[in-house]
């Protein structure tokens, strides 16, 4: 452990701010229509799924919004990082070739910290005698954490954002082997909480995952949100500069934002309806 604590604790602390609102030059009016547009929608699909028996569509809602939450996390300060810091070095094939077991290492990073803390909230979830998310309790909860973080993230109130405000040090990659950083950055990033992570998505799969009272499920939800977390390090495999990748995510900035106000919406109305019918 003490070469993950060297590379995880900065020389440096770079502060990171609570929750960073990306809604400059977007009106309050335009806010509300995205977020009533997200609520109506994920309504309807509430209503056309409170007839499905069993926990199926609710697992699965939860799973996609999980890989769509891991990408939308890539507009964190750790997300443009780990792109930049991980390409390969040169350019070519051969380049791409040597590049791959860095690649195969960060995503085997992720997967070990998905079963890490997946662990953890699984069995804190079985402690506390939980058991799925089709409960009345558990889509109540899930409503709420949707409902209002998606309010939040457009900008219309103001909720906790509790986070560890720090990212992985960019020195680490002078210190070890790129493969070895790239495994310890996936390790760092895949326990979601030691470093700042800008979608409230999060906090709704922590949820998702207390609440199944299961291990192996819990693990899986975590792995999912891990995997959307790590897919997009794959863009180092296209021939494009690190300039155009940074300047492309900087661009969307606001729209992910955006985007993910209205998904925690979706899912908020949506698990509402489904509470109301259980």
């Excluded at 809604?23 to 009016?29: A, Q």
């Excluded at 890989?67 to 040169?90: E, F, K, M, Q």
């Excluded at 309010?151 to 560890?164: G, K, N, T, V």
Aim: net charge positive; aromatic share 8%.
């Amino acid at each position: 452990m003490t070469a993950i604590n060297e590379v995880l604790t900065p020389e440096r602390s770079e502060g990171v701010s609570d929750c960073i609102a990306f809604t400059g030059g977007v009106s309050r009016g335009m806010r509300l229509a995205l977020l009533a547009a997200g609520v109506v929608l994920g309504a309807a699909g509430g209503f056309a799924l409170k007839g499905v028996s069993g926990g199926a569509p609710v697992g699965a809602m939860i799973g996609l919004a999980a890989v769509a939450g891991g990408i939308l996390s890539t507009w964190s300060p750790c997300g443009y990082s780990s792109i930049s810091l991980l390409r390969p070095t040169g350019r070519g094939v051969r380049a791409v070739l040597g590049w791959l077991p860095t690649f195969a290492m960060h995503g085997l990073g992720y997967a070990l910290g998905a079963i890490i803390l997946g662990t953890l909230l699984g069995a804190i979830g079985g402690i506390a005698g939980l058991s799925g998310l089709a409960t009345t309790f558990a889509l109540a909860l899930l409503a709420v954490i949707g409902l209002a973080y998606g309010a939040h993230q457009l900008d219309l109130l103001r909720m906790p954002y509790p986070q560890r405000r720090a990212q992985v040090p960019h020195d680490a990659r002078n210190r070890f082997p790129k493969w070895v950083i790239g495994g310890l950055y996936g390790l760092s990033l895949g326990l979601d909480y030691l470093t700042y992570v800008q979608t409230p998505l999060l906090y709704m799969m922590t949820a998702a995952a207390i609440l199944t009272g299961n291990i192996p499920e819990a693990i899986a939800i975590i792995a999912l949100f891990n995997l959307g977390r790590y897919l997009p390090v794959a863009v180092n495999l296209l021939p494009v500069t690190d300039y155009q990748i940074q300047a492309w995510l900087g661009r969307n900035q606001q729209r992910a934002a955006m985007a993910d106000g209205v998904i925690l919406s979706m899912l908020g109305a949506a698990f509402a309806v489904l509470a109301l019918a259980a």
